[in-house]
C-alpha cells in the first residue's frame, strides 16, 4: 500500500512539475508574445497617452502669451500647497494700473499629480505635460516658475 | 510590549519577521514566539507606515481629502476613492447621472481583477514559484494601460470626484477592454498549469491556516478572507450600492476555511468581475460623467457612513461633519486591520513556513493597515 501511495505522489508531482515546465519552454519558444518593454533603449519611441499626468505646465504661443488671469482657483484648489501665485502691478495703455501675474511658482517635490488644479482652472491656463522623468541633482531645480520670462496674458481672455 | 516577548517559557524563541522583509509586502513587524519550528504566537506590530491620513483629511476640503485616500490601499485606489465619493454625496443628496454610474462600476472592477492579479503573483512568489509573478504582470499591465489612458495614472488615480467622475472615458476604452478580456480569457488556463494544480503548491495550502465561520465573523473579517470560509459578506450584494443590485454576478462562497479557499474565492471572483464588465461594456448610457456641484462643497451638520466592498473586503467610509468646508472628523474602517488581527489566531500550531502562505492568502496591504 505504501509503495503505491508514494509511486502515485512521484507520478503527480513530476507531471504537476512538466505541465508548468510546458508553460515556461512555450514562452522560451514563442518570442511574440513576450510584452517586456526595454525602457531606457525606447526612449524615443515611447508615447504616452496624452492625459497621463506627469507634471504642471502653463502652454505659451507664439507670442509669449498665456491664458492665466491670477484667479488663484489653483491655488485654492490643491490640498498640498504646490502652486503660488505672485502679483505684481501692470500699467495698461490707458495708464491705469492692473493686477497681473509676476510669478506662478509650482513646487514639483509637493506635488502628487491629483488633476485638482486643472479641473479646477475656469481660463486652460495650466495643464498636465507627459513628462515623467523628473529626477535632478539638486532640490531647488524641482521648484519651477511655470510663466516664461517677460510674458503677458493672452488677448481676450478674461 | 517588548516586556511581554521578555516572559517567554525556557525552549522558546523569538523570531522578528519584518519590517523589511520580503514577504511581508511592506512595512510589517511580526514578533513570533517558536518552540522548535511550531509556531506558538505571532505578535503583529504596526505603525511603520503610519501618514495620519483621517487627520489630514480633516484639514482638506471635501474635493481634496479623496486623492489622499488612493495612498491607503493602493491596490484598490479606485475603490477608496469611489467609497469617499459616496459618502460625500450621500451628505449632499447628490444624484449621479447614470453614465458615471456604469464608469465607476466599470472600473472598480478592473481594478478588482488587477489587486488580485498582483497578489496572485506576489503570493505564488512567496511559496517560490518566481514565474507566476511575470504572469500576472502582464494581465495587470494591459488593465494599468487602460486606466493610464482614462485617468492619466497607474495606481495612484483620483479619478472619482463627488457628483461622477472627473474626466469622460477615453474613445479607446471600450476597445481597450474588450482586447484585455480576450487576452484574460486565452491565457487563464496558464493560472491553473502553473499554480493551482500544482501538487507542491496544493500540499502547502490544503488543511493550512483554518480559520472557521464563526472565528471570521467574531474577529470582524471581511472579503475573500471571510468568504473562504463560507461567511456571506459580499457588500455588492448584501448592501448594493451604485448598480450592483441590477448586475448579474455570484457571490463567490467557498466553505474549506483554509488557505486554499481563500486562494479559490479570489481566483474565482476575478471571473465574476470579468462576468461584470460584458455586461457593462457595451451597454455604457449616453450623458453627462458628472452631476453638477457646487464649487465650495458644504455637508450639512450630521454623521455619514458608507461602506463599500473592496478587492481586501469592506471598507467603511464615516464622516462627521458640522456644517463647514472640511469635514470634523473622518474613519476609514479599512479591511486590512481586521484581516491581519486573525493572523494570531489561524497560525498558532502551525509550522514557520507556513506562515508565509497564511500571510499571502490574508491579501495584506500594509498602508491600508496602518494608514
Known sequence: MFITKYIKDVYKGVRSLLVGMKRTLYYFTHHKEIITQQYPDNRDTLVLPERFKGEVVMPHNENNEHRCTGCQACELACPNGTIKVIFKNELTPEGKKKKAIDKLVYHLELCTMCNLCVEACPSDAIKMAQTFEHSVFDRNELTKILNNPGSKIMEGVE | MFEEVGTTTEGDIIVNVGPQHPATHGVLHLVITLNGETIKKVEPHLGYIHRSIEKMCESLSYRQFIYVTSRMDYLSSH?????????????????????????????????????????????????????????????????????????????????????????????????????????????????????????????????????????????????????????????????????????????????????????????????????????????????????????????????????????????????????????????????????????????????????????????????????
Not at chain 2, 455588492?236 to 451604485?242: F, L, S
Open chain 2, 79 to 371: 475603490i477608496n476613492n469611489h467609497a469617499c465619493a459616496l459618502c460625500v454625496e450621500k451628505g449632499l443628496q447628490v444624484e449621479v447621472p447614470p453614465r458615471a454610474q456604469v464608469i465607476r462600476v466599470l472600473m472598480d472592477e478592473l481594478t478588482r481583477i488587477a489587486s488580485h492579479e498582483l497578489w496572485w503573483g506576489a503570493m505564488a512568489m512567496d511559496l517560490g514559484a518566481f514565474t507566476p509573478f511575470f504572469h500576472a504582470f502582464r494581465e495587470r499591465e494591459s488593465i494599468n494601460d487602460i486606466m493610464e489612458e482614462t485617468c492619466g495614472a497607474r495606481l495612484t488615480m483620483n479619478y472619482m470626484v463627488p457628483g461622477g467622475v472627473m474626466q469622460d472615458l477615453h474613445p479607446n476604452f471600450q476597445k481597450k477592454v474588450k482586447e484585455f478580456m480576450q487576452l484574460y480569457k486565452r491565457k487563464i488556463h496558464e493560472y491553473d498549469e502553473l499554480v493551482t494544480g500544482n501538487v507542491i503548491f496544493q500540499n502547502r495550502m490544503k488543511n493550512v491556516g483554518y480559520l472557521s465561520a464563526e472565528d471570521a465573523v467574531s474577529y470582524g473579517c471581511s472579503g475573500p478572507t471571510a468568504r473562504g470560509s463560507g461567511v456571506n459578506c459580499d457588500i455588492r450584494k448584501i448592501y448594493p450600492y451604485e448598480i450592483y443590485d441590477k448586475l448579474e454576478f455570484d457571490e463567490v462562497l467557498e466553505t474549506g476555511g483554509d488557505s486554499f479557499a481563500r486562494y479559490m474565492v479570489r481566483i474565482r471572483e476575478m471571473q465574476q468581475s470579468i462576468r461584470i464588465i460584458e455586461q457593462l461594456i457595451d451597454n455604457i448610457p449616453e450623458g453627462d460623467f458628472q452631476a453638477k456641484t457646487k464649487a465650495v462643497l458644504k455637508l450639512p451638520k450630521g454623521e455619514f457612513y458608507t461602506r463599500v466592498e473592496t478587492a481586501r473586503g469592506e471598507l467603511g467610509v464615516y464622516i462627521v461633519s458640522e456644517g463647514g468646508t472640511t469635514p470634523y472628523r473622518i474613519k476609514f474602517r479599512s479591511p486590512g486591520f481586521s484581516n491581519l488581527s486573525v493572523l494570531d489566531h489561524i497560525a498558532r500550531g502551525s509550522k514557520l513556513g507556513d506562515l508565509v502562505a497564511m500571510m499571502g492568502t490574508l491579501d495584506l496591504v500594509i498602508p491600508d493597515i496602518d494608514r
